[in-house]
């Protein structure tokens, strides 16, 4: 059955690359850019660069087309459900955040869809003529300012983050430390911590061991101490499936006040609750 799907996976990435002349090519800068997507079908996604980390992406399935020789400049997008719609932050490796407004499109309307996009930077001739009123490409990750008086801004902390680099200004501890989730077959570890003088950073694996239930992570109601120190967090993978289907690992990210603990973070029902099971 393997071999079935990875033959399938391969002959759409050949469909695609075959129709590259005629994918539509989005142009990405400071601003969302609409993407239509089709229900019930996967839209494929193809990058200048690697995709690093996904944001905001509850609603749809968003992974790489062939997951068995996964390429990250090639994304698959499905839509969980018709009415989906929101701006989703794709973060590159090469430090770009494209931004792109993921439209769901039903009915006879989806037929005339585009089922593959080139998603590309602005030139650089472009962005000089709009440099001074562009807002920062932090504002994709927070409403607050990202200056931090020490040189390096959160969006960069959660860049170093979730790329595992180095990052001036901070210290890099390996962790690999155990802590408890209170939920039987998810499993939680501490990798790494990044002290810095105004910011910290951490990074944190979680592993879904059941062998049938899926459980989601909602970074929403996450947490550090009493009042919340977290000034940003980002999670590769809202949902974690069981441990069977290759799914089942997501990596947590976030930057918070310099005051703030590993140990006061509360990884349990407050932002990992199992999903219900349907009828």
């Known amino acids: 059955m393997n071999s079935v799907l990875r033959l399938v996976a391969f002959l759409t990435l050949l469909v695609a690359m075959a129709g590259s002349a005629e994918a539509k090519t989005i142009i990405f800068g400071e601003k969302p850019e609409t993407v239509e ?3 019930g079908k996967a839209t494929i996604v193809r990058f200048e660069a690697k995709v690093g980390s996904i944001q905001n992406a509850e609603r749809y399935e968003i992974g790489p087309l062939n997951e068995q020789q996964p390429n990250y400049m090639e994304m698959s997008v499905k839509p969980r459900t018709t009415a989906a719609a929101d701006t989703v932050n794709f973060l590159l490796v090469d430090g770009s955040v494209a931004r792109l407004r993921l439209v769901t499109v039903t009915g006879a309307g989806a037929d005339a869809v585009e089922s593959f996009y080139l998603v590309q930077k602005k030139p650089e001739s472009l962005k000089a003529k709009t440099a001074v009123q562009a807002p920062s490409e932090a504002s994709s990750y927070s409403d607050s300012r990202d200056e931090d008086g020490g040189g390096s801004s959160k969006i960069e902390l959660m860049k170093a983050l979730i790329l595992g680099s180095k990052l001036r200004g901070y210290q890099i501890r390996t962790i690999e430390k155990p ?6 077959g998810v499993d939680a570890e501490l990798l790494r911590v990044y002290a810095g003088k105004e910011l910290n950073g951490y990074v944190f694996r979680l592993t879904n061991k059941a062998s049938q239930s899926k459980y989601e992570i909602d970074i929403r109601r996450l947490k550090i101490g009493e009042p919340n120190l977290a000034l940003m967090s980002q999670v590769d993978r809202s949902i974690i499936e ?4 290759g799914r089942h690992v997501a990596y947590l990210t976030i930057v918070a006040l310099p005051s703030s603990l590993s ?3 509360v990884l349990p029902v407050s ?3 199992k999903e219900e099971g349907r009828k």
């Open 242 to 245: 069981p441990a069977e289907t």
């Open 37 to 39: 997507v089709r229900y």
């Open 263 to 265: 140990r006061d973070v």
């Open 271 to 273: 932002w990992v609750k």
């Open 179 to 184: 802590l408890k989730t209170g939920l039987v």
